[in-house]
């Protein structure tokens, strides 16, 4: 059964700072893994999606990372703002063959002090 | 156009009454998804349609869940008996075709079992 963690829980930086949120997995046959943007009380938005051939998505300030071998995915954010304050959710999809299903983590809580 | 809307957004039932919660996916798109989020958690899948066929329903919870999309386009999530368990966000997402990967999320029904 795929499980999909999500280190830290929660985080509290300064504007500006670069930071770094990090997503195992642990079945390598995944097929692709994406990052979501979770706001309170409204639904998820989809910042990147990386594809099991790919390394790495960039969006503006985002980039995203994937490294199937060693069941992890870092989402990469620079000079943050406090915009950017959210909950962030990783979520993998298995083979093809296997469900549509997504799989979350229990995601990261972001805080951009101003 | 038009994102995914979810209704009613906040629903209050007396454990052992039935609800009946509304998702109508962006016009056109092919997939469609249920998802349950608990408090503190990120969604867990429930099940799957792609247009009014439903493929995968592994994650419903019990036989007190049941979801449909006669049409193909509007799908309703019922539950029956409704417990104090079932209280969670109820999250609908919908997909262009199974090969475009990104799934569009809409707001949640909120149902809060008393």
């Known amino acids: 059964k795929q499980e999909v963690t999500q280190i830290p829980a929660a985080l509290s930086v300064p504007e500006g700072e670069n930071l770094v949120l990090n997503c195992s997995f642990t079945?390598?046959?995944?097929?692709?893994l994406q990052w979501f943007r979770q706001d309170p009380g409204k639904g998820l938005t989809s910042l990147l999606l990386?594809?099991?051939?790919?390394r790495e998505q960039t969006s503006g300030r985002l980039n995203a990372s994937l490294d199937k071998s060693s069941g992890r995915s870092t989402l990469y954010i620079a000079a943050s703002q406090p915009g950017d304050s959210a909950t962030y959710l990783c979520?993998?999809?298995?083979?093809?063959?296997?469900?549509?299903?997504?799989?979350f983590g229990k995601g990261t809580k972001l805080t951009v002090n101003p | 156009g038009a994102g995914v809307s979810q209704s009613p957004r906040y629903k209050v039932a007396k454990r052992g009454q039935d609800v009946a919660l509304r998702c109508d996916p962006i016009?056109?798109?092919?997939?469609l998804f249920w998802y349950q989020q608990a408090l503190g958690q990120g969604p867990e899948f429930l099940t799957y349609?792609?247009?009014?066929?439903?493929?995968?329903k592994s994650g419903l919870p019990s036989d007190r869940f049941f979801a449909e999309r006669p049409e193909g386009s509007v799908s309703t999530l019922k539950i029956q008996r409704t417990q104090q368990e079932d209280s969670a966000v109820y999250l609908c997402?919908?997909?262009?075709?199974?090969?475009?990967?990104?799934?569009?999320f809409g707001p949640g029904t909120r149902l809060l079992v008393l």
């Open positions: 979520a993998g999809r298995l083979t093809p063959s296997g469900s549509e299903k997504l799989v």
């Open positions: 990386i594809q099991s051939s790919q």
């Open positions: 349609f792609q247009n009014e066929a439903q493929l995968d």
């Open positions: 016009s056109g798109h092919v997939s």
């Open positions: 997402a919908s997909r262009l075709e199974p090969i475009k990967e990104t799934q569009y």
């Open positions: 079945d390598s046959a995944i097929y692709n």
